[in-house]
C-alpha cells in the first residue's frame, strides 16, 4: 500500500466504507421559543409568514411555497397539502401521506386571514406570490437573503434553513405531548405506514387538532399576548 495515497493527517480507516452500516447523521437544529421568536423578530414580510405557517402546520417549505388560498377550508377549519413547487416546478406532494388536511387552528387561521388581506392578488391564487413575477418565491432565495440573515443577527448561527422549522414542530409536538400516532399524522410521513396499520390513521379528531393547537401557541404567543392585551385595553 503506498500510503501517500492517503491525504496528510487522515486516518485511511475514514475511507472504508461498511455495507449495510449506517453512516453518522448531523443531528438537526431544533428551536426553543425564545430563538425561534428571536429569529422571527428579523424577518421582513413576507418571509415572517412564510416561517410562522412553516412553523404551524409543520409543512415542507416546498409545500408552504406551493400553497393556494382555495386549500383553505376557514369553515371547517382545515388546510388540504395536495402539491408541492421546487424551482418554479409544481407538482403532487412526495406521498399519499402527504397529500392530507391538517387541522387549521383558530389563532393560525387569523394570522394566516391577515396576510390574505396584504398578499398580491394572482390568478392561481397563491399565498405567497412574489410581486414582481406573481409566481411563488424562490425557497433557497428567501433563505439566503431572508432567514440565514437573520439567524446570525438573532446571534443563532448561519445553520439556519427551512427544514429547520419542521424538525421543531416535531419537537414541540413532543413537548406538547402529543401520542406518537398523532405526532406522525399531522408530519405526514410516508414511512409511518406500519405504525398506521397498528393504531389506525387518525381523523380530525379533537386529539389532533389540540396537539397542532399547542404547537401554533407556542409559535404565535407573543402576537396573541399583544392581541388580548388590545382587546383587554379596548374594553
Known amino acids: 500500500m503506498k500510503w501517500g495515497l492517503f491525504p496528510l493527517g487522515r486516518n485511511p480507516m475514514e475511507l472504508v466504507e ?6 453518522r447523521v448531523r443531528q438537526p437544529r431544533v428551536l426553543t421559543r425564545g430563538e425561534f421568536w428571536q429569529l422571527v423578530s428579523h424577518l421582513e414580510e413576507p418571509c415572517r409568514t412564510m416561517v ?3 412553523q404551524c402546520l409543520g409543512l415542507r417549505i416546498s409545500e408552504v411555497m406551493a400553497l393556494r388560498w382555495t386549500d383553505f377550508e376557514f369553515e371547517l377549519r382545515t388546510v388540504h397539502v395536495q402539491r408541492s413547487i421546487v424551482h418554479g416546478r409544481v407538482d403532487e406532494v ?3 401521506y402527504s397529500n392530507d388536511d391538517l387541522p387549521l387552528d383558530s389563532d393560525f387561521a387569523d394570522m394566516i386571514l391577515r396576510w390574505r388581506a396584504r398578499c398580491p392578488t394572482t390568478l392561481e391564487a397563491w399565498v405567497f406570490p412574489n410581486p414582481d413575477t406573481l409566481k411563488p418565491y424562490w425557497q ?3 433563505a439566503a437573503r431572508q432567514i440565514k440573515p437573520a439567524a446570525i443577527k438573532a446571534g443563532l448561527g448561519s445553520s439556519i434553513g427551512w427544514h429547520t422549522f419542521r424538525h421543531t414542530y416535531r419537537t414541540w409536538l413532543q413537548e406538547a405531548g402529543a ?3 398523532i405526532q406522525k399524522e399531522l408530519m405526514r410521513h410516508a414511512s409511518i405506514q406500519t405504525t398506521m396499520n397498528v393504531y389506525g390513521r387518525a381523523t380530525m379528531s379533537s386529539a389532533k387538532r389540540e396537539a397542532n393547537s399547542n404547537v401554533v401557541r407556542m409559535a404565535l ?10 382587546s383587554h385595553t379596548a374594553r
Open 221 to 230: 404567543r407573543p402576537m396573541l399576548g399583544a392581541k388580548r392585551k388590545t
Open 179 to 181: 401520542p406518537m400516532p
Open 94 to 96: 412526495k406521498t399519499e
Open 140 to 142: 433557497e432565495t428567501v
Open 52 to 54: 410562522l405557517t412553516a
Open 18 to 23: 461498511i455495507k449495510n452500516v449506517s453512516k
